[in-house]
């Protein structure tokens, strides 16, 4: 690969993962939780919906973060922009 594709390849690699987590995002927030209303049976003496809107979306959100840090890391590695080196 020329050194000029070498920026573009990695900022194409990293905006197709940001689309990815954005969507996976979208869906957890709006899709989910607007279905999650119909959910209407008791867990730990709460409405699942409660907990499917509280908890569970904070949970994804948190493995979206992890995962974006752990490939943005390799990534950096794999091209060479990484800061612990």
Request: glycine share 8%; aromatic share 26%; with cysteine.
């Amino acid at each position: 690969m020329p050194v000029a594709d070498k920026p573009r390849t990695y900022w194409s690699r990293n905006l197709r993962i940001i689309g990815i987590l954005l969507a996976i995002w979208f869906f957890v927030t709006f899709v989910f939780g607007y279905f999650a209303g119909e959910l209407n049976f008791s867990f730990f003496g709460w409405p699942f919906s409660f907990w499917v809107a509280s908890q569970g979306a904070l949970i994804v959100y948190c493995l979206i973060i992890w995962y974006y840090a752990s490939y943005m890391s390799k990534l950096d590695k794999e091209y060479g922009v990484a800061e612990d080196d």
